[in-house]
């Protein structure tokens, strides 16, 4: 064990100490194992290899709460069908960061713990590219699709591909831990990034000369951020050249948390100037998306990830019924 006796949960584990599905690639210290619930929630102030990971999500969290916040006061999301898609796309965007926060927070309880707590940290992840998709939808499509075969099926496909991605990403932790695992993951997550942001690509290489074009750059910002953001989680950059010098601060998981919500913060600012500048056009056209396709729509994408995750975890519970690891 490590000589980090100030911990209050207990003494973190070298990589060899701990199951092999509880190891992260490049990684070889600060291991936490088999603590309780509350020894898991002291840990937050503890020094252990998650111990950045659940404060680069936890506090962008309520930072993305106190954003809506301050949107509630200047919007209307109660009687303005027009700002439903923000409101999604808001809750959404606070809580992805939310529940990867307590998954890597609480996964270090036992096996199915870590199964059980990544499973809703893929799906936080799913509801927040289901909100992406409402918002492009109701605020940035290019005006050079709208009208088309492609506008009318876009929310349907994405509210597939989500559930999709919150499907395989749960599938893809049954596996062996291997790259094929890894790449499945990868790909699903890739998917949901790519159709939901294929119409703003379009704008942005077809619509260069559109009226509504303060945002294209904060968008251009937000696509960069992102790339980051997957470069670092397939990477494992920077550890992969120095394993064991980046276990408790500056490793890729880390990294990409902080890329990841920067990438949003750009999102959410881009997202505002089109609803701003595009409210008039979007309220002549009536192309303003109902309840049932805003609001209605995430939470029922949400109650259908949550009948994923219990059927994932009731397959748990039957596989090794007698069992925790």
């Known amino acids: 064990m490590l000589s980090l006796n100030g911990n209050i949960s207990g003494q973190v584990l070298f990589r060899h100490q701990v199951p092999p599905h509880f190891q992260e690639n490049y990684i070889l210290s600060g291991y936490r194992y088999r603590l309780s619930p509350l020894d898991s929630l002291r840990s937050v102030f503890d020094v252990h290899n998650e111990t950045l990971n659940f404060w680069t999500h936890f506090l962008p969290a309520w930072y993305f709460f106190w954003h809506l916040a301050n949107l509630l006061q200047t ?6 069908k027009y700002s439903w898609p923000l409101f999604a796309f808001m809750i959404s965007s606070c809580a992805y960061p939310l529940s990867s926060s307590f998954a890597h927070l609480f996964s270090s309880m036992s096996h199915r713990a870590r199964h059980i707590c990544f499973f809703f940290d893929y799906a ?33 496909a994405a509210a597939a591909v989500c559930l999709c991605c919150t499907l ?17 993951k990868l790909a699903a997550f890739a998917t949901m990034y790519w159709w939901d942001s294929f119409p703003i690509v379009y704008r942005l290489l077809r619509c260069g000369d559109e009226v509504y074009a303060n945002s294209h750059w904060v968008y251009v910002r937000q696509f960069v951020l992102a790339i980051a953001t997957c470069t670092l989680y397939a990477s494992h950059f920077p550890e992969c050249f120095l394993p064991g010098k980046f276990d408790f601060i500056g490793h890729s998981h880390m990294l990409f948390h902080m890329t990841s919500v920067v990438a949003t913060k750009e999102q959410i600012n881009a997202i505002l100037i089109d609803m701003e500048e595009r409210k008039a056009d979007v309220l002549a056209s009536g192309d303003v998306l109902a309840f049932s396709w805003s609001i209605g729509a995430l939470f029922a994408l949400a109650a259908t990830n949550l009948a994923i995750i219990f059927a994932f975890i009731v397959y748990l519970y039957r596989r090794n019924p007698d069992h925790e690891d």
């Open 75 to 80: 919007h209307d999301f109660v009687s303005d």
């Open 124 to 156: 936080g992840l799913s509801f927040y590219g289901f909100g992406v998709a409402l918002a492009y939808r109701a605020y940035a499509f290019p005006s050079g699709l709208l009208g088309t075969w492609y506008a009318s099926v876009y929310l349907y």
């Open 168 to 184: 395989f990403a749960c599938q893809s932790r049954l596996l062996v831990h291997s790259k094929r695992r890894k790449l499945l």
